[in-house]
């Protein structure tokens, strides 16, 4: 399981909430929050940050697990 996916899912679950009712918050489809998850689609800036928002994440925390993942990658 990837950082990303671990973070915003596990955040999700939670507090409860749906793939759908975060896309619907985000005016995205649930499909594209399944693909972001799941290390398949990037978010603009504008969503990361309404994403954090919502799931009660710091942008610092969001990123600290951005630089985890990226340095997985390269390993």
């Known amino acids: 399981m990837g950082c990303m ?9 939670e507090l ?5 009712e975060i896309a619907n918050k985000l005016g995205l489809t649930d499909g594209m929050i399944y693909h ?3 290390l398949r689609s990037h978010l603009r800036a504008e969503h990361i940050y309404q994403y954090c928002k919502i799931l009660q994440i710091s942008l610092e ?3 600290k697990e951005f630089e985890k993942r990226k340095g997985d990658t390269h390993e």
């Open 5 to 13: 996916e671990t973070l915003f899912s596990k955040r999700r679950k």
């Open 16 to 20: 409860g909430l749906t793939q759908r």
């Open 36 to 38: 972001v998850e799941h």
């Open 61 to 63: 925390d969001y990123f």
